[in-house]
């Protein structure tokens, strides 16, 4: 797990201010009326010369709001009960961002998208920087025996393509609803 530092403190705050700041969080948000939805999917790719094909469907629902900030939260998960579809894993290797550096960790995986924006959830969707589906590429390592790192870089079909040898065959979402919310 890692270790709590005050530059992270002082991130999270930073973080909810600019949220109330530019309306993103607003307080007191209302209700949504719809507060559940299922989202088919299908994503094929190719890796090594294997083709792989997955169908599931992103289960969204109301969470209620939060209690600090009074904004409406969401829970999103896959139908077939996977945490996430992950198309590379590996340890101990050279980081894709910075040639010099060894990752703890690297992974490449299919961010399916927040609970927000399937459910047309725009105030809280709008400030999500990983709200729509897409390729993630994620890194763990250290700067410093007290200092980890996780990163995560949104990646376009050509970067996952040219970096790791991933094809995207077919990357087919539904749409997000619209939504409308108790007055």
């Known amino acids: ?26 307080l007191n948000q209302t209700p949504p009326i719809i507060k559940q939805g299922e989202f088919p999917f299908r994503f094929i790719y190719e890796l090594d010369g294997k083709r792989y094909d997955i169908e599931d469907t992103i289960i969204c629902e109301y969470k209620g709001m939060d209690a600090f900030l009074h904004v409406r939260t969401w829970n999103a998960y896959l139908k077939s009960g996977a945490d996430r579809i992950s198309m ?13 550096r060894i990752n703890n960790s690297i992974e490449v995986y299919l961010d399916y ?3 927000a924006y399937y459910m047309g ?5 709008t400030g999500l920087i990983h709200g729509k589906p897409h390729i993630c590429y994620i890194e763990d390592y250290e700067t410093s ?11 376009t079909e050509e970067q996952a393509e040219n970096l790791f040898g991933i094809k995207i065959i077919e990357f087919t ?10 007055k």
Request: hydrophobic content about 40%.
């Open 88 to 100: 590379i894993y590996d340890r101990n290797v050279n980081s894709v961002l910075k040639k010099t």
């Open 1 to 26: 797990m890692a270790k709590l530092r005050l530059k992270d403190i002082f991130i999270a705050a930073t973080s909810w201010a600019i949220l109330l700041l530019c309306g993103c969080g607003q």
């Open 145 to 155: 025996s007290r200092e980890s790192h996780n990163t995560a870089t949104p990646l």
């Open 113 to 115: 998208g927040a609970g």
């Open 121 to 125: 959830d725009t105030q809280q969707a």
């Open 173 to 182: 979402f539904s749409t997000p609803i619209e939504n409308t919310f108790e």
